[in-house]
């Protein structure tokens, strides 16, 4: 019998992309969903949904690899 591969890890690999607003400011898109840049340090990222109060947040760290996802989508 041959074992099939299974690849279920896919937290650390969550695909993200960055593009610019028409502001310029940068923003993360999630599942098709964006994010702006709330705050950021030297090592980490901090970004919230676009919109209002949607409680979802991102973390990135080293300007552009997926940490965590904090909260749930409202929108
Ligand atoms: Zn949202």
Not at 38 to 67: E, L, M, R
């Amino acid at each position: 019998m041959t074992s099939s591969v299974c690849e279920e890890n896919i937290q650390e690999s969550q695909s993200i992309s960055f593009i610019l607003s028409q502001k310029g400011k940068p923003l993360l898109v999630l599942n098709k969903h964006l994010f702006k840049l709330n705050k950021s340090t030297d090592s980490k990222q901090y970004w919230i949904c676009t919109i209002k109060g949607c409680p979802a947040k991102v973390h990135t760290k080293n300007s552009n690899v997926f940490d965590k996802m904090i909260d749930d989508h409202k929108c």
